[in-house]
């Protein structure tokens, strides 16, 4: 099994996809070992020397920051943090997810600006390595002081508190800790902060929700395809002569993708009876490449994200400074999770309306893209679904960024509200995953109709797909065909160089 070695190079988006679908093992580099260890004694020594109030070190925290803490009591000052913040509630995190929040927090604390035990964090690369994944609950952070409530849950384990989740059972991390032999973490002084604060949540939902979009955004230039030669629709709008006077890259990508997936197509080759098609298909260039923009933009910010110190105070050793700032303020991730639920809406969106115009009897196909109409129903109530469910993105789209709301008795007076964008995004992303599964199911049906054959690529594509969702010769179960055709979509492979 490959090893992942945190601490000597940047972590990027595609590294994280290979290292959690290859189930990649992580270590720390020795530079990585030396940074962590020699903070800790630097803020050890510091403590021994003085006697100064620093926050969140030998303070309270929060509101209660003017609280100063004796130093007999520092390690229970981080326990009781630990404990007192485990406030999270609502719907569990999915387990892909917490994995991914094991990894960027690792990766945070590997600078060694943290001040956490070099234990510590080789506690927390075992828990991924053995795939011992914490119960986190996604209500309960505010994306400001940190991702505070879902850290606080992700850290648990550490004490021997709080459930895992191992070989897809929850179990109470006190046996766990039992069967490997493992005793509880003594936090030190600033430990628990340095857990807790920090963007994790936020930016663990983030990363997946990036990894989910580009494979989306490449689905929806394929599905449109399909859609376009089951419509009948002309090609001439996917020249590229007429994207490079207006070159925007994702444009340009997506007018390229679909040339690609009809090169060699016989449906194109036939004579059009209409010279202009509606713009679900004519402008799906400047539709799903403004998506691709909005992906390009927001993964570059969460590439800054994953390589950075996001907890506080900040140790910094040499220039003999421990600093209070905000580095945990999700601000950058709220607004740039909002913008990605919009770019990924609107795929939703605009395969919502090709769906609605293949099963509208146009171009030669039989409305509802079924025989006998009136007697079966057909497509048409998959229509319904894709609608809702595109209307329902739009109402998650409402940006959590413009909102806040003062906690802490007015010390935390402005929020992100991140965690909110990043639980709204995931459920933005799944959705247009499932819209754009219903168009599949359409464009595949509707093509049947057609004398001629496609494209290689789409044929190939086609018969993939029938031997997963066959034919609608008559009215059947739809529901099963249209999660079948999600799992179509989540088993595609398709590579990164394509996306």
């Given at each position: 099994?490959?090893?992942?070695?945190?601490?000597?190079?940047?972590?990027?988006?595609?590294?994280?996809?290979?290292?959690?679908?290859?189930?990649?093992?992580?270590?720390?580099?020795?530079?990585?070992?030396?940074?962590?260890?020699?903070?800790?004694?630097?803020?050890?020594?510091?403590?021994?020397?003085?006697?100064?109030?620093?926050?969140?070190?030998?303070?309270?925290?929060?509101?209660?920051?003017?609280?100063?803490?004796?130093?007999?009591?520092?390690?229970?000052?981080?326990?009781?943090?630990?404990?007192?913040?485990?406030?999270?509630?609502?719907?569990?995190?999915?387990?892909?997810?917490?994995?991914?929040?094991?990894?960027?927090?690792?990766?945070?604390?590997?600078?060694?600006?943290?001040?956490?035990?070099?234990?510590?964090?080789?506690?927390?690369?075992?828990?991924?390595?053995?795939?011992?994944?914490?119960?986190?609950?996604?209500?309960?952070?505010?994306?400001?002081?940190?991702?505070?409530?879902?850290?606080?849950?992700?850290?648990?384990?550490?004490?021997?508190?709080?459930?895992?989740?191992?070989?897809?059972?929850?179990?109470?991390?006190?046996?766990?800790?039992?069967?490997?032999?493992?005793?509880?973490?003594?936090?030190?002084?600033?430990?628990?902060?340095?857990?807790?604060?920090?963007?994790?949540?936020?930016?663990?939902?983030?990363?997946?929700?990036?990894?989910?979009?580009?494979?989306?955004?490449?689905?929806?230039?394929?599905?449109?395809?399909?859609?376009?030669?089951?419509?009948?629709?002309?090609?001439?709008?996917?020249?590229?002569?007429?994207?490079?006077?207006?070159?925007?890259?994702?444009?340009?990508?997506?007018?390229?993708?679909?040339?690609?997936?009809?090169?060699?197509?016989?449906?194109?080759e036939g004579e059009k009876e209409h010279v202009?098609?509606?713009?679900?298909?004519?402008?799906?260039?400047?539709?799903?490449?403004?998506?691709?923009?909005?992906?390009?933009?927001?993964?570059?910010?969460?590439?800054?994200?994953?390589?950075?110190?996001?907890?506080?105070?900040?140790?910094?050793?040499?220039?003999?400074?421990?600093?209070?700032?905000?580095?945990?303020?999700?601000?950058?991730?709220?607004?740039?999770?909002?913008?990605?639920?919009?770019?990924?809406?609107?795929?939703?969106?605009?395969?919502?309306?090709?769906?609605?115009?293949?099963?509208?009897?146009?171009?030669?196909?039989?409305?509802?893209?079924?025989?006998?109409?009136?007697?079966?129903?057909?497509?048409?109530?998959?229509?319904?679904?894709?609608?809702?469910?595109?209307?329902q993105n739009k109402q998650l789209c409402t940006?959590?960024?413009?909102?806040?709301?003062?906690?802490?008795?007015?010390?935390?007076?402005?929020?992100?509200?991140?965690?909110?964008?990043?639980?709204?995004?995931?459920?933005?992303?799944?959705?247009?995953?499932?819209?754009?599964?219903?168009?599949?199911?359409?464009?595949?049906q509707g093509i049947t109709f057609r004398n001629?054959?496609?494209?290689?690529?789409?044929?190939?594509?086609?018969?993939?797909?029938?031997?997963?969702?066959?034919?609608?010769?008559?009215?059947?179960?739809?529901?099963?065909?249209?999660?079948?055709?999600?799992?179509?979509?989540?088993?595609?492979?398709?590579?990164?160089?394509?996306?």
């Amino acid at each position: 099994m490959s090893i992942y070695k945190l601490g000597e190079q940047m972590l990027s988006i595609s590294v994280i996809a290979e290292i959690i679908d290859e189930e990649r093992q992580l270590t720390l580099g020795e530079k990585a070992k030396k940074k962590i260890q020699d903070c800790r004694d630097y803020l050890d020594k510091k403590m021994e020397q003085s006697d100064a109030p620093i926050y969140g070190i030998n303070t309270g925290f929060g509101s209660l920051c003017n609280h100063k803490i004796s130093n007999e009591y520092l390690g229970k000052l981080q326990k009781n943090l630990l404990l007192s913040h485990s406030c999270g509630t609502g719907d569990k995190v999915p387990v892909d997810v917490v994995k991914i929040m094991l990894l960027l927090k690792v990766q945070s604390l590997s600078y060694g600006h943290s001040g956490v035990q070099l234990k510590t964090v080789l506690r927390l690369i075992e828990m991924f390595n053995k795939n011992i994944l914490p119960v986190v609950f996604q209500q309960g952070s505010l994306g400001a002081s940190g991702d505070l409530a879902p850290l606080a849950h992700l850290a648990l384990p550490l004490l021997g508190e709080g459930k895992v989740v191992v070989k897809g059972k929850e179990v109470e991390s006190k046996s766990i800790m039992k069967e490997n032999d493992w005793g509880v973490i003594t936090l030190q002084s600033k430990e628990g902060l340095a857990l807790l604060n920090g963007t994790q949540f936020m930016g663990a939902y983030g990363v997946w929700s990036l990894l989910k979009s580009q494979k989306l955004s490449y689905m929806a230039d394929m599905i449109g395809a399909i859609s376009l030669e089951a419509f009948d629709a002309r090609n001439e709008c996917f020249d590229e002569l007429i994207h490079l006077v207006r070159p925007h890259k994702g444009q340009l990508k997506t007018a390229e993708n679909i040339r690609a997936f009809l090169a060699g197509s016989e449906i194109q080759e036939g004579e059009k009876e209409h010279v202009q098609d509606p713009y679900s298909f004519r402008c799906m260039p400047q539709v799903h490449g403004a998506s691709k923009g909005v992906i390009s933009h927001v993964k570059d910010v969460f590439t800054t994200e994953i390589n950075s110190v996001t907890d506080n105070p900040t140790v910094f050793i040499n220039e003999d400074k421990v600093i209070s700032g905000g580095n945990f303020h999700g601000q950058p991730l709220a607004m740039a999770m909002d913008y990605l639920a919009i770019g990924m809406s609107e795929l939703g969106s605009i395969s919502e309306r090709r769906t609605y115009q293949l099963i509208s009897g146009l171009r030669g196909l039989p409305v509802f893209l079924v025989a006998d109409p009136g007697l079966n129903s057909g497509m048409m109530i998959p229509q319904y679904t894709a609608a809702s469910i595109a209307s329902q993105n739009k109402q998650l789209c409402t940006p959590a960024s413009i909102d806040s709301i003062v906690s802490s008795n007015g010390q935390e007076d402005h929020v992100s509200m991140g965690a909110n964008a990043a639980t709204k995004l995931f459920r933005v992303i799944e959705n247009t995953e499932r819209i754009l599964a219903i168009e599949l199911l359409n464009a595949t049906q509707g093509i049947t109709f057609r004398n001629a054959k496609s494209s290689k690529f789409i044929e190939g594509i086609l018969d993939a797909y029938r031997a997963e969702v066959p034919f609608l010769a008559e009215d059947r179960l739809l529901h099963k065909d249209i999660e079948n055709s999600i799992l179509f979509l989540q088993n595609l492979a398709i590579d990164e160089e394509l996306m």
